[in-house]
Every structure is written in C-alpha cells, then in structure tokens.
C-alpha cells in the first residue's frame, strides 16, 4: 500500500505542479494582459485627447477684425473662421495682463459686453461660469495648465456657437471700459475647446492697449 | 547530464515564448499609439501650414483710376465680408462670397458705390485689407525746389494735384460781389487752365498771365479765380479769405511722429495798400470731416506795408511734431488714413485800398 502510495505521489505531483503553474501562468498572463490594456486605454485615450486639442488648435483661426475706441470704451471685433468648415461650439475666456506671454500674469477681465454681429442675426452672449480646475490654457513651455493655478475658483466663458454656413466667418463684438483696463496693457481673448467636462485653450491673441 | 541539458533548453525555449508574446502585445500598440498621434498631428499641422501660406500671400491692390479690386497675389481670394462707412459709422456687412481668381479683378461698385464709401474688406481665410492701404501712392512727378523726390510723400507739381473742394469767402471785394463760384487756376501751356468738376479744362480769362508767376520765377502758380456768368475774374479783391483742399494728399499710418508740409506761397499787393497776411495748415480725414488738426506753426501776421516792396514770399514749411502733443498723437494714431490737406489764406487790408493777389507756387508733404 504504501508503495502503491508512493507511486500514486509520483505520478500526481507533476500533474498538480504543472496545473498549479500553468494557472499561475494564465492569471499572470491575464493580470499582465489587463494592465496592458488598460495603459494603452489610457495612453491612447489621451492621445486622442491631445490629438483633438492639436486638431482644432490647427484649425481655428482668430484675428483681430478692428477695433476702435471712445472716450471711455474700446470695441474689439474678433473674427473667427476655420481651416476646415466645421460647427462647433467654443468659449471666450479674457483676460488682461500688463506682461506679453506668461500666463500667469493674467487676470480676469470684466467687459461691458459681449454679442455676435455676424452672421446674423446678432445676439448678445451671456457667459457661463467654467471651473478653473478644468480649464486649461498653455503656458510658455507649450504646457497645459489649469487656471486654478492662478489662484481663481471659476472663470466667465462667453459660448461661441461656430456655424460654418452660410459663410466660413463670423464676428465677435467685444465691448471693454477703458477703466477696466487700468494698469494693464493687453487684452487677451482666449478661446477655448470643450472635451468632457475639460476645457482647452486652442487659440490666443493680444491687443496691445495704449491708454 | 542529458537529462538536465533538455530543462535548460526548455526553460529558454519557454522565455522565448513568453517574451515573444509580450513583444507581440506591446509593440504594435504602442506603435499604433505613437502612429495615430503623429498621423493626426502632422495632417493637422500640414493643412494649417498650407492655410496660413495662403492667408499671407493674399493681395489685393487699387488700380490707380479706384474703380477697380484686383487680386494681384498668387491665390484665389474670396471676399466674405466688407466694412462700409453709413452716415459716418463703420460697420460690418456680411456679402455673398466674391471670388476673385489670381489676376483677375471686380469692379468696386460690386462692393459699393466708390472706394471713400468702404473701410476694409475681408476675407475667407481672415485677411482685413483696409482700403487706406490698397490706394496706390501717387509718385512725385516734380519735386519742390530744395527737396529730393524720395522726401516726399504726395508730391507733386500743383497741376497734377486733385484738388476736391474750394472754398472762399470775399468779404468785401473791389466789385462788391461775393466770391461764390471759386476755382483753382494756373497759368500753363501758354494759356489758363482751371479745376472745374474734377478735372483741368483750358478757360479763356481776360488777365495777364503775371497773376499765375508773382515773382517772375517762369513757374506756375495755382491762383482763384471767381466765376460770374461767363465772367472769369482772378481774385482781386481788398480783404479776402480762400481755402485750398486738396483730397486725399497725404496717407497718415497710426504711428506718424512728424508731419511736415512744405509750401510756397506768395502775395502781392498794389503799393497804396498795407495788408496781413496769414496762412493756416490744416489736415482733415478724408473720410469723417471731424478729425482734423491744424497746425500750430503757422504764418500768421505777416505784414505788406503800403509803398514798401510790394512782393512777400513765404517759402518753407509748416511743421506738426505728432509726438510732441498729446492731441495730435492721439487723434491720428486712432484715425490713420488718407488726409485733405487744406491751405487757408486771410487776407485783412489795414490800410488804403487796391489789389492783392495771392498764389502757390508748390505744395508737399513727407512723413515720418
């Protein structure tokens, strides 16, 4: 019997040690296989992000249509139009500095108003409040950063409703008391892109005020 | 010995496997990573490069007449908007798009009914052409005594100038009549010619051609004439008040720091007559008559006494130090375009009564 035992322990334990492995071995492979998988999720799902954000940075162009001035208000028209027609809705953020470039300069900037002139019929844009701690613009680097960053909670964003028809064109009307504007000397409308609920900067401008 | 050669060979048999299958998994998703990101992003980057190539090399040029838009650059330009003054507001207005193929050109009555009438025009890929800048500058054709042609912007001999508006006021002249009907004239060509609704057209006038060249230099001066009926009388009265308004003469950009007007004028009187004489330099915007400024150098009580010569030659030049003043600098800044420039002559007999005559002899501007 107990040789029968004997014989029985050598034929069982490599079959028990070869299961005990190669389950070893699957639940690894799988627990490897999910990582895998999940990094590239992840990796691919921000590089889709990035690849967005690089799509409409490179599509988007803002300019400065005119802008004109009174005695106490300046009129900033902005133009907007794309490289390829696509609706889309962006949101103007503004803000003043009294430094060209660094982002962390900026301030927010109150405005008498701001409406859509074109295309018609004009409209005035009433602004949404954003989080700052989702909100990103680029610093120097090329960098996104949150505009939390710079110390504010929430920021007013003014909905930009791009429409490629009937014209690949449309005209933002921006009104700034000259008071609001005292000690800084740009005006800096940025315009931003919403994936989820993130917002990123994909266009800048700066309008050198002289008082 | 065997025995243990064949674990060996199995094991790294097994770690080839396995590294085979990771390498497998690993590489292609990672190269696919990096392959849709740098796929995207230079298609992205491409196009935009493309865009901005052909935004910057849009062109849009005057022809010389203004009543022409042609696309002088290398690309199809589409108009997609226009900036138009209405009752001296500018405003945006949106058109259907104008395509105007590379070479090609519209008539700008497509767009309104003269080029004083538009500001700027915009186009699909975001270009603002302001029409300031699209008027061709008129090349001196002579230039003033003194100054060398590339001094001067605008320059030219007073016959070719575009001479928009006159005004005068007689205030009492030897005929008692009132200068209603002034023209600007010169003597050329052995005969007179005058400025009659925007154009030089030979005239017959019963007057000495000495009017046109007070000191006897055998150039040409521009003088006003009156028109009664068929009546063309040089100006000759006793105290008088005339305007020259050249339009459109000088192209002011937003970051002008001096104007300076170069001019000759001259004046004449009968010896039984003292006078003062006066000449105020003005530059209006072509377009919104309300941004104008004067110069505050000018010549203002220049005096002709009776029995004395009775020749006064004011040769020089009117200067506006824009940076100097603050007013200055900031109207013109805020307002650059095409300027009038506008000559205004007083002339207040003091004492007797006969003839003055007054005249220009060159007018020029340059900029810096």
Known sequence: MSRTLIKLDKGISPVISTTILIATVIILGITFMTYATSLSNMQSSEARLRNMILDETA???????????????????????????????????????????????????????????????????????????????????????????????????????YKPQPLNSSLIKIEI?????????????????????????VARLYYFYKP | MSHTLRSGQAEVIGGLIVAS???????????????????????????????????????????????KLENSGPVKVTIV???????????????????????????????????????????????????????????????????????????STLFDLNISVMRCIINKSRESRVCNRPLPAIYYNNSWWAYVNGSWRPINVDSDKTYSDLDGNNASELVVIHLVGNDYRVLGGTNYQYAIRIGNYVNIASDVKLIAVYMKALFKSSK?????????????????????????????????????INLMIYEGYVLFPVKQFNYFDTLLSNNPGLYDLIIEINVTVQEGAGDVYSSIEYIAVSTA
């Open chain 2, 81 to 155: 908007r226009i900036w138009r003054n209405v009752n001296g507001t500018s405003v945006p207005i949106d058109v259907q798009p104008i395509e105007i193929p590379s070479g090609e050109y519209i008539p700008i009555t497509q767009l309104a009914s003269t080029p004083k009438e538009l500001e700027a025009i915009v186009t699909a890929r975001g270009r603002v052409f302001k029409i300031s800048e699209l008027i061709p500058p008129t090349p001196p054709t002579g230039a003033p005594l003194g100054l060398s042609g590339n001094e001067i912007s605008g320059g």
């Open chain 2, 272 to 308: 039984d007559v003292s006078v003062v004489v006066g000449i105020n330099v003005s530059l209006a915007h072509s377009r919104n008559m309300s941004v104008m400024v004067s110069s505050y150098a000018v010549l203002s009580s220049a005096k002709i006494t009776k029995g004395d």
């Open chain 1, 59 to 161: 599509k988007v162009v803002m300019y400065f249509e005119k802008v004109s001035t009174t005695d106490n208000i300046i009129e900033i028209y902005l133009g907007l139009t794309k490289v390829i027609p696509e609706a889309n809705t962006y949101y103007l953020i503004l803000f003043k500095t009294y430094d060209y470039g660094s982002v962390y300069d900026l301030s927010p900037l109150s405005v008498s108003n701001v409406s859509q002139i074109l295309p018609q019929p004009p409209r005035n844009i009433l602004p949404d409040t954003l989080p700052a701690t989702k909100t990103y613009v680029v610093e120097t680097t090329g960098n996104y950063v949150p505009l939390n960053i710079l110390g504010y909670p929430s920021i007013n964003a003014y909905p930009l409703m």
């Open chain 1, 177 to 201: 008391g000259k008071s609001d504007l005292t000690g800084s000397r740009y005006v800096v409308p940025i315009i931003l892109i919403n994936f989820g609920d993130e917002y990123y900067e």
């Open chain 2, 21 to 67: 299958v990771l390498l497998i998994v690993i590489v292609p998703l990672t190269l696919n990573i990096i392959s849709s990101t740098t796929t995207i992003g230079t298609r992205s980057f491409v196009l935009r490069s493309q865009f901005e190539v052909e935004r910057w090399s849009e062109k849009l040029t005057l022809s010389k007449d203004m009543t």
